[in-house]
């Protein structure tokens, strides 16, 4: 069994806090915010550079912030995990934690070396504050989400027959047999 996750890397530089803005700029997500918004948020994110497949998030970990990849790219750990990514650059994971306070819902991995920088809670608590409209597209992705990880737990779940039968009557459907 592993240790814990990754203690965080020192306080950013400016150069840091300049690619910070970028990241932010990059992200759809983060992509409305005025300059303003931008630099405080950047100025409050942190570097985190993780080695392949490093921990970046552990699940059940107490949790008050989100992630954004800079570089490289993070996958989901999970059981039959094929080491296919599922975040990158822009992407952003752990949001759910900034929301809620809740534990961490995942273990996420970095797949390959990979740069990402962590949002802080407060900073972001500031920034939702001044415009609202932020924490409901984060709550719409978190819905999205989680509506996507209930069907692939639900496919999971049925037997194998099931799934065979499942897909049997959308083929037939689809060419109308």
């Given at each position: 069994m592993e240790g814990p996750c990754p203690a965080p890397d020192e306080a950013a530089t400016q150069a840091e806090v300049a690619?910070?803005?970028a990241a932010l700029a990059a992200s759809?997500?983060?992509a409305t915010l005025s300059e303003e918004q931008r630099e405080?948020?950047?100025s409050a994110m942190r570097p985190r550079r993780y080695a392949?497949?490093?921990r970046v998030l552990c699940e059940g970990d107490a949790g008050s912030s989100m992630f954004l990849v800079?570089?490289?790219?993070?996958r989901l750990a999970r059981m039959g995990d094929d080491g296919t990514p599922d975040f990158f650059p822009?992407?952003?994971f752990g949001e759910m934690s900034l929301l809620t306070g809740s534990p961490r819902?995942?273990?996420c991995r970095a797949a390959g070396e990979c740069l990402c920088y962590e949002v802080d809670g407060e900073a972001f608590r500031a920034v939702v504050a001044a415009d609202p409209s932020l924490a409901e597209a984060i709550t719409e992705v978190v819905e999205a989400r989680m509506r996507e990880s209930e069907e692939v737990k639900e496919r999971a779940s049925r037997p194998i027959g099931e799934q065979q039968k499942a897909l049997w009557l959308k083929v037939k459907r689809y060419f109308r047999l």
């Open positions: 690619a910070a803005r759809k997500l983060f405080h948020l950047a392949d497949g490093e800079a570089k490289g790219a993070v822009g992407d952003h819902t995942a273990t």
